[in-house]
């Protein structure tokens, strides 16, 4: 069955650092894989979708690659701002209606 | 406010009791997700709906869980004779159809309501 991994460990970093998030995934070659941001007690909201064959995308501070090759995608935030702190989900297409997401990793951003 | 809006937005009930939630979808959108989501998990998948007609459901939606989208406008989530397991988030998003190129695979989550069953 698909399977996607993110980093269990919560990510502590200073404020104005870039924080790198990483998703790997196996048994399944997604059309594309999508960002979410979730705050405490919230739904995720849409951050990125990046499409299998774009090997990056930006958004103002974010930006996402995806490496179909090595099955992963790397999450960046750049100048981070402790607003940023949330909690980061991974998701991937399956090729029909239903949408994987992984557990998610904690951003931390420290003044 | 236009977006996906929940009901209840907490629920506490006991144990074999019965409970419902509603799911409002943003209005031109006619795909509806349900999911489920438990404290340090991503999101799971329960079931999917094209307007009025449920295509597809997942193996985690026991016969205790049933989904309705009657009109293809507002969504209902029912469980039945709750168990503690079925303590969680129960996460509501939609989006548009697939004519609509852009950001069709985007979803747009509700609030959630989060049911704790004693």
């Known amino acids: 069955s698909q399977k996607i991994e993110q980093n269990s460990e919560a990510l502590n970093i200073q404020e104005g650092k870039t924080a790198t998030l990483t998703c790997n995934y196996t048994n399944y070659s997604p059309a594309y894989l999508q960002w979410y941001r979730q705050d405490p007690g919230r739904g995720p909201v849409f951050l990125l979708l990046i499409r299998e064959n774009e090997k990056e995308k930006r958004k103002e501070r974010l930006k996402v690659t995806f490496d179909t090759t090595l099955k992963q995608s790397l999450f960046h935030i750049t100048a981070s701002q402790p607003a940023d702190s949330a909690t980061y989900l991974c998701a991937l297409d399956t090729g029909g209606f239903k949408t994987i997401f992984g557990a998610g990793t904690r951003l931390f951003v420290k003044a | 406010d236009t977006g996906v809006s929940q009901n209840p937005r907490h629920k506490i009930t006991k144990r074999g009791q019965n409970v419902t939630f509603r799911c409002d979808p943003i209005s031109e959108h006619n795909r509806l997700y349900w999911y489920r989501q438990t404290l340090g998990q991503g999101p799971e998948f329960l079931t999917y709906f094209q307007n009025e007609a449920q295509l597809e459901k997942s193996r985690l939606l026991s016969d205790r869980f049933s989904a309705e989208r009657p009109k293809g406008s507002f969504s209902t989530l029912e469980i039945q004779r709750t168990e503690q397991g079925d303590s969680a988030m129960y996460l509501c998003?939609?989006?548009?159809?697939?004519?609509?190129?852009?950001?069709?695979?985007?979803?747009?989550f509700g609030p959630g309501t989060r049911l704790l069953v004693l």
């Open positions: 998003a939609s989006s548009p159809d697939v004519e609509e190129v852009t950001h069709q695979e985007t979803q747009y």
